[in-house]
């Protein structure tokens, strides 16, 4: 399936299922999951990239494991709201992983200033040093980019 705009994702998938949420850095993909209800988004863990079939079959697995065979990877837009080199690469990840798994349906969720976001609750709410919370931080920012997501779904009117 190809990637698909999130507005037009209730359509394409079944009623029920999880979701995987990506947050894609340069050294490591943050990986969360929602329930099969797409209510709630849970952080999972964080892969850390070394070559790319390693990390899509280390995603895929877990991918398995949840019964998820949809991705919604967060797309790092600038503030003004333009698509730079980061965007790329997160586009060119969804085309890569479709490549190894055409059967997938791939979408992306604006992610600005998820990290921020979640850095501020860590420090503010949860108390945490700076190294417990690199890490925790990738996969947290994949729980925010899919917590997005779901609520843009539920605006949609899909429950």
């Not at 600038?78 to 992983?97: F, I, V």
């Not at 420090?123 to 997005?148: C, F, H, M, N, T």
Request: aromatic share 4%; net charge neutral; glycine share 8%.
């Amino acid at each position: 399936m190809p990637v698909i705009d999130l507005d037009e994702l209730p359509q394409a998938l079944p009623r029920r299922g999880a979701l995987t949420g990506v947050d894609a850095g340069e050294k490591t993909l943050g990986v969360a999951f929602s329930d099969a209800a797409w209510m709630v988004a849970t952080p999972h863990s964080v892969i850390r990239k070394s070559k790319f079939t390693d990390d899509a079959a280390a995603l895929f697995r877990l991918m398995d494991e949840r019964g998820s065979a949809t991705l919604v990877i967060g797309l790092p837009l600038n503030m003004d709201g333009t698509e730079g080199p980061r965007c790329q690469s997160c586009r060119a990840l969804g085309r890569n992983l479709l490549r190894l798994r055409p059967e997938l349906v791939v979408t992306f969720q604006d992610e600005r200033l998820s990290t921020a976001a979640v850095e501020r609750t860590l420090i503010g709410e949860a108390d945490l040093s700076r190294g417990k919370r690199a890490e925790v931080v990738d996969r947290a920012a994949a729980a925010w980019i899919l917590d997005a997501a779901l609520d843009r779904l539920r605006a949609l009117g899909r429950s």
